[in-house]
């Protein structure tokens, strides 16, 4: 029998413990589905697989998130589109960082010539089971975060296995372990940016736990002069913002940050998001939203900024006073790494949840798990214990919030009533799930709410005269002469929901209001390609036929070279208008062209062959059909026309074969038995035909067509009273059909 040592059996006993606390406070994410961002992103075609990963690599076109976009592949090789997966991924890397968080500690303690469990254990549990964790745990497309701070983490691990006193190491296996560091600082990131903060951070922890013993003046100086040691930290951070984020060669924003706000505007109001935000949330963590609806000010008229600046000023006094090297580690851990998203580098967002993923792991859970540590043992258990439970229940609660789209959106609706976003979002998931009184609901609460919204985010009393004046400027081609902060994201907190609003009252068949909402999406952004698709099927609906083909056509002119995915639908559509008014050849002329954009366009190949059928082009047509039924092999009206072209090329037994295919998909259905009945007649199999044409007048009694068909049958079969009888029933005078009814009502009489 296997026996471990006392310290093993320690150390094995907190990973399980961690592992399975974990697991408990994070299973019901495992239910979530893909969110927002996550569709576009796993269905692209260079995520795959991870052949698919490595040839768009090798042509340059990856992004700065290699490492992330790779698990994105993987997850895919191994179950494509599988969400379970991608969730398991994103806990195991969970548990991965909480586990190094423990580990690191244990062997940072190591060096300090200090041993026990206690202290890493209760750091990690913090970690593991906050709450204001789950948006980086429970959005797939958070795992950059995750990655990130797991390489980060690991890398901070192995460094100070460098300097392990009781292990003198061999040199190779020193130059094995730095290629590991360097390795390790590459991953990070190359999982996402914030890992550029880490070769700092390893002189830090070099500094907290082997540097200060072999430079003891140096040590002893910084901690006895305050004002140079706050002066030393604040230059260390100015610093390493410069050199890794300065400058455009080593980080370039994807987002309008800094045309929204500006570097240093952005910077004071993070002062305040980091003290009203992010640490109110860490020690009070309810109220969760995946929107913060945190608005811009700026210090002249918000005085919380000043204030904010205050209370961080007394922040590091107070680290600085405590002289515990552990809370010292993590005030510096929490500013540094929180730098890339909270300095000078402004983003669109202003506060977001997952961005506190990596500062909270050796920072603020850090700085918590010394308090706790410092208080009587009876005491500290009892707190912790509560404090556990407590944010174990509300992290399941708030994975429960992610695990749909509609969840997530309600939740951050009923939080921030007053943010648009929300609300659009709320929207959309309804939209999707049919539900358009809801939706229309939210569509007008977000509609309602963007005035005012948007002048406090951003400073802008008239938001709809600021656009004007953008678009009048953008109009003359002359971009230098927009005026900050940048109309890009304006426009789409104000555009969005008026466009989706038209489209739930145009499927609601609320067509006034939908033309009111179309025109008033394209008032704040000319030129809007989707809303001029919209206000088409308004016009078209309403019998507007002329206004909705000059619509279209001036859509279609203005972007013939968009890649916009709904040039196809504008094709499309403008192609059934023309089929409408009875240009079956420019109709036909669209829809080629539809398909030239969008080959999978399942309706513009059965128009295609439909107006094919009706112009006696019938090997077109039948082309046309089976491109149909490539892209669905259920789909009913390609079934049903591609046996009529059939019928119409005089292949009976085809034609029948395609019309019981059809059946096999529908059910009974009337039409299809009178037309395989018609097709018996031609194939004089009277039996046949009487049998399915008894079946369709069953189900349809009043049908004209399929009388006669019947009556024809049964005469040939020699049933002529049975004939007369069902040619009588569809006597009428003035149907197009009497001369031929009695004609055969004649046949029928003569001997």
Known sequence: MLVFPSKVKSLLGCVALLTLITMLAYFNSLKGSFQFDDIPLIKSHWLVNTDAFFDHSRSGQIGNRPVLYWSFALNNQLARHQVFGFHLVNLALHIGVTLLIFFTIWRARYLQNEYGWVFPLITALLFSLHPLNTDSVSYISSRSSLLATFFYLLTIYIFLNLFCPKKIAPLAKKLILSLFVLSGIYLSVASKLIGATLPLMLVVWYWGFIGHKQYPDIHKALMNNRSVAIGFILMTIISCGFIFFGDSWIYMPLDQGFELFGRAPYLMVQLKVIVFYYLKLFYFPFNLNVDSGFSFSSPMTDPAIIFSGLIILAIIFAVLKWRNVWVVLGAIWFFITLAPTSSFIPLNDLAVEHRMYLPMSLGLSLIAGVSIKTLPALLRLRMLVIILVLLGVTTTTRNADWVSELSLWKDSAAKNPLSPRPHNNAGKAYYEKGDLAMASYHFEKSVANIPEFVANQYNIKNPESFLARRNKVAGKGDESELEPPS??????????????????????????????????????????????????????????????????????????????????????????????????????????????????????????????????KLEPAENAFKHCLKLNNRYEPALFNLAKVYQMQKKWGESSQQFNVFLEVTGPNPSAYAQIGFNFNRQADWKNAQTFLEKSVSLQPNNVDTKIYLAEALANLGQKEKAREQLQTTLNPNSAQSVAINKMMANLTNP
């Open 487 to 616: 109309s890009l994201k304006i426009m789409a907190e104000l555009v969005e929901p008026h466009y989706n609003l038209a489209s739930v009252y145009l499927d609601q068949g609320r067509l006034d209001e939908a033309e009111k909402e179309y025109l008033k999406t394209q008032a704040l952004r000319p030129g809007h390609f989707s809303s001029k698709i919209g206000l088409s099927s308004v016009y078209n609906q309403k019998g507007l036929y002329a206004q909705a083909v000059s619509l279209l056509e001036q859509a279609i002119q203005e972007n013939l070279s968009s890649s916009d995915p709904g040039f196809a639908l504008a094709r499309l559509n403008l192609g059934e208008l023309y089929a409408k008014t009875g240009k079956i050849e420019n109709a036909i002329i669209e829809w080629k062209a539809a398909l030239k954009v969008d080959p999978s366009l399942l309706p513009a190949h059965f128009n295609l062959g439909t107006a094919y059928m009706m112009t006696g």
